[in-house]
């Protein structure tokens, strides 16, 4: 899904995915190096998580972001 989210992202252009790790491009939220990373990258921001939905923060729900 990382794959095919960050080529959309550079409208299919895979430089960006062949030069950037995964870890950059979609940090783990779960972690503080990955929060931290993901709040310094560009947006729109790609994020993995392997938290379950309930636990995700309130707002997280009122915002435009897609799951």
């Known amino acids: 899904m990382l794959e095919i989210l960050s080529l959309i992202r550079q409208g299919g252009d895979p430089s960006w995915c062949r ?38 923060p309130k707002r997280f729900f009122g915002s435009k972001a897609k799951v």
Request: charge should be positive; aromatic fraction near 10%; charged fraction near 20%.
């Open 19 to 56: 030069s950037v790790p995964n870890w950059e491009r979609g940090p783990w939220l779960e972690t503080l190096l990955g929060y931290r990373r993901a709040r310094a990258n560009a947006r729109p921001r790609i994020i993995s998580s392997h938290l379950p939905l309930p636990l995700f």
